[in-house]
């Protein structure tokens, strides 16, 4: 028996370099490789990203596919939240499955990470989550909301109707330390105060020192950089406190999926900025929630993530056709200025420094739904690569 | 420690050590770019296995923060060859003088660690407490330090250079981390076949005995702790070249377990037997990912538990010693 079981195993060994070995394949299909987080704390934004490049393929195939007749094909990896990870799936997506295009990450350090690889394999790199602005690279095209288009509209918006003090609380890395320069800056243009700043480690389970500074600071918003599970704990222990009707709450990447997490009592009058929203009451948008039930269930949620990652593969697709192409360096070379609608009104990628003009929505949780307060139409960010070159 | 086992052992280890090396060499030849990509890694976690193997297997000091000596060495190759280390410029940050330095680093921190560990005479759970929780705070700190990059860790690391010759191409640079690989191995066998290696048998086995008869148990400990350190310096600096970045998650919690995993799954009591328990789960890992990528955690986690019911000395350690006949 034992001496089977050994056999056995070494037989798997022997199967698993025959398998990491390359299959060949017809090369007929495009190949599409998505590096997104499915497990290790972002899941919840690529899992949705997934489901809406999922949709896009399926629709592009259904009409026939590109390039007169090929199919899209999507070759998905789970990068775990980690950087490294992420690096070696590109690198393995590029080098084995030999995609046109590297799809994620979500973190801004998974990004990061990710661009060296992208350039020196001359591929693009696909990303389609709100970040915090400044990138500049041939390789990256960024469909994102940055703080010119979310901070700059929702701090003047939020200083009239509340007040002008605010509080930032955050994660301890990058994304959260650059969104609080950008907060700043417009706090500033405004003639407001911050009133208090803190950064905190992943996985914190009680916050209540945190929320008795937050209520004798005295300020009357607070800005929430901690997006996920920490986030839900944060805000649960928030509203315990009583705090919400004294001081909003404005947190940043909230979409969808806090309506899961949160009862409707907790998730009640935060705020939120993003180009799309679920309940958007426009054609598109409603279509685009419809085609994503009908695909994956009435209870599937959506998001401005499914949107953004649906249209990054529209991008795409329009640039292999305008290539008439699949060679990497030609679909970069025709991926600048192209305009498509995904859900919420036509969206343009610039040439010039790969960033998307949105049309941007102000958002706030009211009963259990998250609506649409204030619709603040297009709006073009400043020029990404301004001082530097690409 | 060969004398001890029935001569099986040393024949299987004789034949199976020239069919590893040639498969290390040949693999390449019938594989893809991307093989060679992953195969590189693979040897690197290798050779940091194996280090591990020195100091649990062969010493039986069971360290839950191994990965602080490995991402000790990547940072140090990365912020040495970037030239991000105040005073150090020039001719110092060549890649050998910054592997030399990474090496030099991990085993210095790994002896002044060892000093207090060992003379303070912590053993079993506790040491594996106070390692994890080194590992924990090495994260945190890589985490919170902005100058070397905090959360997002420094990225563009420089290839590997020997005296102006820049190792760019994937299989130069591939059979160059395998020669690596090879002489760190022959470098841990002689360590174990030697009369220290004897000793530190001895004081695995039997700590107050080895004491008794007047072997000063923790001068040893930190000897065999610093080279099992100064290794995995080595394969850290290989890493940050491999992958041309590094980040905090390498010298954490997260990176320390998995090398315990590779260690435990592949044998820990012989050397060859953890660098190919890295390279099994590794690959697993890869070809499972791929196949089913939600579920491969899952798969993984119940062939550890496997292996830990059937094989408790590893699979390739298994393999290679000789049961004993009831």
Redesign the interface.
Known sequence: M?EK??WI??L??IL??G????TTAADKPIKIGVVLP??GGFEIYGNLGVRGAKMAVAEINAAGGVLGGRPLELI???NKT???TA??KA??LI??DKVVAVMGPVS??AR??M??VAEKYKTPLLYGIDYEGGVCNPYVFLYSAIPDHDMDKLIPYMAEKYGKSFYIFGY???WPHKMTEAIKRNVDKIGGEIVGVEYT?FGVKDYAPTIQKIAKSGAKILMLIVPGADGFTFIKQFTDFGLKEKIKIVALASDENYLLALTPDQSEGIFTALPFLASLDKAEARDFVARQKEMFGPDTVVTWATGSHYGLVMLLKEAIEKAGSDDKEKIIANMGDLTITVGNGPETMRASDHHMILNMLIGKFTGGELVVEKDLGAITPSNQCAGKSQ | MNKFLLPSFRAKQKFLRPVVLGCLIVLPLIGDDYLIVQLTQFVVYGIFAMSLSLVWGYAGILCFGHAVFFGLGAYTMALTTKSMIPGISGFMTASVMAISLSILVAAIFAAILGYFLFYGRLSGPYLGIVTLAIAVIAERIAVKWYYIGGFNGLINVPPLSIAGWEIIDQNTLYYFIVAIGFGVYLFCDRIVRSPFGTILAAVRSNETRAEFFGYNTAHYKIIIFATGAAVAGLAGALFAVVTEFVSPTMLGFGLSTEVLIWVALGGKEILLASFLGAMLVRMLEALLSDLLTYYWILILGMFFVVCVMFFPKGVFGNLLTIRPKH
């Not at chain 1, 398998?19 to 390359?22: F, G, R, S």
């Open positions: 034992r079981l050994e195993v070494v798997m060994v698993s370099f398998v990491v070995l390359p499915l497990s998905i990896e789970d980690d950087p490294k690096v070696e690198k393995k080098l084995r801004s350090a990061d990470a661009t060296p301890d890395y990058v480690p």
